[in-house]
C-alpha cells in the first residue's frame, strides 16, 4: 500500500540562527509534479491559503495553528499574525480554531517559554487530528456496514478529503480507504468539483495511489448516476457544521444531498469535531466564501500544465470578455437532506440540534 503523502510538515533550523520552516505540499501543482512549498513568513502562509496551495478544514486548522508557532519562532507580532491567518479564508471554522487554540497557548506561556509551548500546541493538534481520522473510518465503515449489509459499496464523494487535507487519512476519504481495505470498495464516483478540480485532480491522485476502483465525473454527469442506481451512499466532507446541523461544504455538495433523498441514498457527512460550531445557530449563519469569477470564465492552464500556482487571469478565456461570474466555493445542506454526521466520537443520526450538542459535550448515541 503506497505510502499516506505528507500535506504539512514542520522543519526545524537547518542551523542554529536560521527560522524553522512550515513546508507545504504545493495543492495547486497536482496532480502534474509533487512540489514543496515553503513558508518562512506569514504573509507567504496566508497566500497559501488562499491561493489553495494548502486547504481542505482540517489542513487549514494545522495551517492556522503551525502559522502561530512560525510566528512565534521567527519573532513576528504573533497577535497581528493571527488576524491575518484566522480571516485568509472564512467558511472553514478549523482554520480559526487552530490559530485560536495555539495563540491562547503561546500567551498563557511564560515568557522564553511561548514559541515552544505555541509549537507544542499545533504539533498536539496535528496528533489529535490524524488520530481522529482513524476513528472516523472506524466509524464511518460501521455505518455503512448497517446501513449496506450487502457490502460492496458504490461511493459518490465531491471535493477532497483524504490525506492531503490531514494529518491522517482525511474525513470522508478515511470512510472510503476503511471500505477498500475491507475489500468492500466496489467503486468510488469521484466528482471532478468545477471551477478548481479538487475531486480530478486530487481525490482521483488519491484514489489512483491507493490502487482504489475510482471513475471520475462531471459534477453534473451526477444526475443520471443516481437515476441509473449506480450510487449506494455519498460521503463528504464539512467546512463549518451549524448548531441545527446544517452543512457547509464545497460548492456541489448541496446537489448532491438533493439527488441522495430523491433516489433514497444515504447522504453522509464526515468531519471532526473541530468543525462542528455551535456558535453558530443555523446555516444562514455561516459566511461563504466568494472567489474570483476569472475561476469560472477561465479555464486555468497552470492547474493542467503543473507550470505554476493558478492565480486570476492566468488562464484561458472560455466565456466572453467581461463576463459576470457567481462563484461560491461553498454550499449549505440543511440537516433534514443529512443522514447522518459522522465524527471520531461517533455517529449523529438523525441530525438535529439537540443530537449535535449531545455530542459536543461527549454524549454520543454509539
Ligand atoms: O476550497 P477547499 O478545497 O478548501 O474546500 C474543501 C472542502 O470543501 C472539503 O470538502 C472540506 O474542507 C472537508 S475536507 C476535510
Not at 491567518?85 to 478549523?94: D, E
Not at 507544542?120 to 489529535?128: I, K, S
Not at 478548481?196 to 490502487?211: D, V
Amino acid at each position: 500500500m503506497a505510502e499516506d503523502m505528507v500535506a504539512l510538515r514542520w522543519e526545524e533550523p537547518p542551523e542554529p540562527g536560521d527560522g524553522p520552516v512550515l513546508v507545504l505540499l504545493d495543492q495547486t501543482r497536482l496532480p502534474a509534479e509533487e512540489v514543496e512549498l515553503l513558508c518562512t513568513d506569514v504573509p507567504g502562509l496566508v497566500q497559501a491559503i488562499q491561493t489553495l496551495a494548502v486547504r481542505g478544514a482540517p489542513l487549514l486548522g494545522l495551517a492556522g495553528a503551525y502559522g502561530i508557532a512560525l510566528a512565534a519562532a521567527r519573532g513576528f507580532d504573533v497577535d497581528e499574525a493571527a488576524g491575518h491567518l484566522a480571516s485568509a479564508r472564512p467558511t472553514a471554522v478549523n482554520l480559526e480554531r487552530g490559530v485560536r487554540r495555539t495563540l491562547d497557548a503561546f500567551h498563557a506561556a511564560v515568557p522564553g517559554q511561548r514559541a515552544a509551548a505555541a509549537l507544542a500546541e499545533a504539533r498536539r493538534l496535528h496528533a489529535e487530528d490524524a488520530h481522529g481520522s482513524r476513528e472516523i473510518g472506524r466509524y464511518g465503515l460501521g455505518l455503512l456496514e448497517e446501513l449496506l449489509p450487502g457490502g460492496g459499496y458504490r461511493l459518490l464523494t465531491h471535493c477532497n478529503t483524504g490525506a492531503l487535507v490531514s494529518g491522517g487519512e482525511g474525513t470522508a476519504f478515511a470512510v472510503v480507504r476503511a471500505a477498500h481495505r475491507v475489500g468492500e470498495l466496489r467503486r468510488l464516483w469521484v466528482d471532478e468539483t468545477r471551477p478548481l478540480l479538487q475531486g480530478a485532480r486530487l481525490t482521483a491522485y488519491e484514489a489512483a495511489r491507493y490502487g482504489m476502483p475510482y471513475t471520475l465525473l462531471a459534477d453534473n454527469a451526477a444526475g443520471s448516476l443516481f437515476a441509473a442506481g449506480e450510487v449506494d451512499a455519498v460521503v463528504v466532507g464539512a467546512d463549518r457544521i451549524a448548531a441545527d446541523g446544517a452543512v457547509a461544504n464545497k460548492v456541489g455538495t448541496y446537489p448532491l444531498a438533493v439527488l441522495a433523498r430523491h433516489h433514497g441514498v444515504p447522504f453522509l457527512v464526515v468531519a471532526p469535531t473541530s468543525t462542528v460550531d455551535l456558535g453558530t445557530a443555523d446555516g444562514g449563519s455561516i459566511e461563504i466564501e466568494q472567489r474570483p469569477g476569472s475561476e469560472v470564465t477561465e479555464f486555468t492552464a497552470p492547474y493542467a500544465l503543473g507550470v505554476g500556482a493558478q492565480q486570476p487571469g492566468a488562464g484561458v478565456l472560455v466565456a466572453p470578455l467581461g463576463t459576470q461570474a457567481y462563484n461560491p466555493a461553498f454550499d449549505v445542506t440543511p440537516p433534514e437532506l443529512v443522514t447522518a454526521i459522522v465524527t471520531e466520537r461517533g455517529v449523529v443520526s438523525p441530525v438535529g440540534e439537540e443530537a449535535l450538542a449531545a455530542m459536543a459535550a461527549g454524549r454520543i448515541r454509539r
